[in-house]
C-alpha cells in the first residue's frame, strides 16, 4: 500500500461527480481503502475522499482519536462510508471553521447541518446507519461534498472569514495544513 498525492484545488478532476461503487469486497476497493488510510494519516487528515486522490468512486473515509488540525475536536469513530445518503435531521446549520487537504494552507468558516443521518456501505458490503451531530456531522459532509465535486470554498459565505491558517490560527502547528 502506499501514500498517494493529493490533488489540489484548481485540479479539474475535484469537480467530477464520482460514480458509485458497484462492487464490494474486492481486492482493489481493498487497496484502495488502505492507500486512503495512509494518505491522510500521513498527512494528518480528519478524513479523505477517492477524488482527492483522482480516484473517480463515492468512497470516504474519515475518523480520529485526536487530531492536530483541529485541537479542540471530539473524537470521530474511524469510518469507510461507500455510497452516501445525507439526510439532514433539522434545518438548524452552524458555522465553523474548515480546512481541507486540498486546499493547504488555508482555512473557512463553513455553514453546515448541526445534526444528519447517514447511510452507506462499508468496503465489505455492510450497511452502515448513523446519526451524527458536530463536527461528527461536520466531517461526513465535508467529505461528502467532494464526492459531488464541492470545494469548501464554494460553501463559504462570508470571504472575511476565509485566509491563511497561519494568519487566522496562529497557535496552531503552521505545517499542520501543509
Request: hydrophobic fraction near 40%; proline fraction near 8%.
Amino acid at each position: 500500500m502506499s501514500v498517494r498525492p493529493i490533488l489540489r484545488m484548481g485540479d479539474a478532476r475535484l469537480l467530477r461527480v464520482a460514480q458509485p461503487v458497484r462492487e464490494f469486497d474486492t481486492p482493489a476497493l481493498h487497496a484502495l481503502v488502505k492507500d486512503m488510510f495512509e494518505t491522510m494519516h500521513a498527512a494528518n487528515g480528519a478524513g479523505l475522499a477517492a477524488p482527492q486522490i483522482g480516484v473517480d468512486l463515492q468512497v470516504v473515509i474519515y475518523g480520529f482519536a485526536r487530531n492536530g488540525r483541529y485541537p479542540e475536536a471530539p473524537p470521530v469513530p474511524e469510518t469507510v462510508l461507500i455510497n452516501p445518503v445525507l439526510t439532514p435531521l433539522s434545518e438548524e446549520m452552524e458555522e465553523g471553521f474548515e480546512g481541507c487537504l486540498s486546499v493547504p494552507g488555508l482555512r473557512g468558516s463553513v455553514p453546515r447541518y448541526t445534526r444528519l443521518h447517514y447511510e452507506g456501505f462499508d468496503q465489505f458490503g455492510q450497511r452502515i446507519v448513523r446519526d451524527a451531530e458536530g463536527f461528527h456531522a461536520r466531517v461526513v459532509q465535508h467529505e461528502v461534498d467532494h464526492l459531488h465535486g464541492i470545494l469548501y470554498p464554494m460553501r463559504i459565505r462570508d470571504f472575511t472569514r476565509f485566509g491563511f491558517t497561519d494568519v487566522m490560527f496562529p497557535d496552531l502547528d503552521p505545517k499542520a495544513d501543509d
